[in-house]
């Protein structure tokens, strides 16, 4: 089945420092999304790309839907304890469903 | 503010009582979904509702089962809940996705217990 290779699958840095994490593909989609989950809540939608080369922020956030259609990537600026969570890529798969990656967990030493 | 709720945000329920989780949505998306997440993996789809088509996945048990009365509320039906059952199970909603990427939108999640 499709499968997304998220990396890498945890960081710990220290807070101000800048993150960055990416997901990639073996096949071509139209659509990358990337959400957010903090601990025992549910994924919150962070950014949406929907075209090849798009690069697009949320404030500190940032992410580009690669030229290839196959790869995405998240970065994070300046971070701050409030950024701890899993980041999830995500991809339409077809037949109204989501094709996750695995996550990467990111942690703040204050 | 148009959200998706979950309710209970906490269940505990006995090995083989039945138990059901609900959603609701003021968003007015034609999609709602059931996903189980376990210990910091992936969300796990279970079934979708395209408005009243339900959509099984190939390998969710028989033991759960979903209804959707209305576009605003969809329930997740665990017939016999095992230890294995226990995690977060988390409802979410799309518009319909040949308008836009398929966003789909989560709700806070129930967290079941299984004793």
């Known amino acids: 089945g499709q499968q997304l290779n998220q990396s890498p699958q945890s960081m710990f840095i220290q807070e101000g420092e800048d993150v960055s994490m990416n997901c990639t593909s073996s096949s071509i989609f139209n659509t990358w999304l990337w959400y957010k989950q903090d601990p025992g809540e549910g994924p919150v939608l962070l950014i949406a790309?929907?075209?090849?080369?798009e690069l697009t922020s949320n404030g500190r956030l940032t992410a580009q839907f690669g030229i290839t259609r196959k790869d995405s990537f998240l970065n994070i600026s300046a971070s701050i304890p409030s950024d701890v969570g899993i980041y999830f890529c995500?991809?339409?798969?077809?037949?109204?469903?989501?094709?996750f990656g695995q996550g990467t967990r990111l942690t703040i030493n204050p | 503010d148009a959200m998706v709720i979950q309710n209970p945000r906490y269940q505990v329920t006995q090995f083989g009582k039945p138990v059901t989780l609900s959603c609701s949505q003021t968003?007015?998306?034609?999609?709602m979904y059931w996903y189980q997440q376990k210990s910091s993996q992936a969300p796990k789809l279970l079934f979708h509702y395209y408005d009243k088509d339900f959509n099984n996945e190939a390998d969710t048990p028989d033991n759960f089962q979903s209804r959707r009365p209305n576009t605003s509320f969809c329930f997740l039906d665990i017939r016999s809940p095992g230890l294995g059952d226990a995690a977060m199970y988390l409802c979410?909603?799309?518009?319909?996705?040949?308008?836009?990427?398929?966003?789909?939108?989560f709700g806070p999640g129930t967290r079941l217990t299984v004793l």
């Open positions: 968003l007015n998306h034609n999609v």
């Open positions: 979410a909603t799309s518009r319909d996705p040949l308008m836009r990427g398929n966003e789909q939108f």
């Open positions: 995500a991809v339409s798969g077809g037949a109204q469903k989501l094709v």
């Open positions: 790309l929907y075209k090849a080369g």
